[in-house]
């Protein structure tokens, strides 16, 4: 059973910065695809960011293209979002998610305007 516990999140103001992180039980992490979501109120969750098992290949929304990187550090078996010149409309809840399988409890994200 793979255990993932995100944190991070907070209130910001728009234009600033916030850097999520996923800590996961286990090795599969460092193996796999691994992916954040976000879910806004009344909206489904989407998919903001992957990262492949190898690292050459990534995956971005357009709506946080060149403001979101994703990253693992597999020595301590964890996944990161930086977010940087965030929006108003980044405010959600975010989840960490490994294998398309396994989810996180997620993480508040509130940016004001």
């Known amino acids: 059973q793979v255990q993932l516990v995100e944190s991070g999140g907070g209130l910001v103001q728009a234009g600033g910065s916030l850097r999520l992180s996923c800590a996961a039980s286990?090795?599969?992490?460092?193996?796999?695809?691994v992916s954040w979501y976000r879910q806004a109120p009344g909206k489904p969750r989407e998919k903001v960011a992957s990262?492949?098992?190898?690292?050459?290949?990534?995956y971005y929304a357009d709506s946080v293209k060149g403001r979101f990187t994703i990253s693992r550090d597999n020595s301590r078996k964890a996944l990161y979002l930086q977010m940087d010149n965030l929006r108003p409309e980044d405010t959600g809840v975010y989840y960490c998610n490994v294998r398309g399988e396994y989810w996180g409890q997620g993480t508040q994200v509130t940016v004001s305007a």
């Open positions: 990262l492949s098992d190898t690292g050459a290949t990534t």
């Open positions: 286990g090795s599969i992490i460092k193996t796999t695809i």
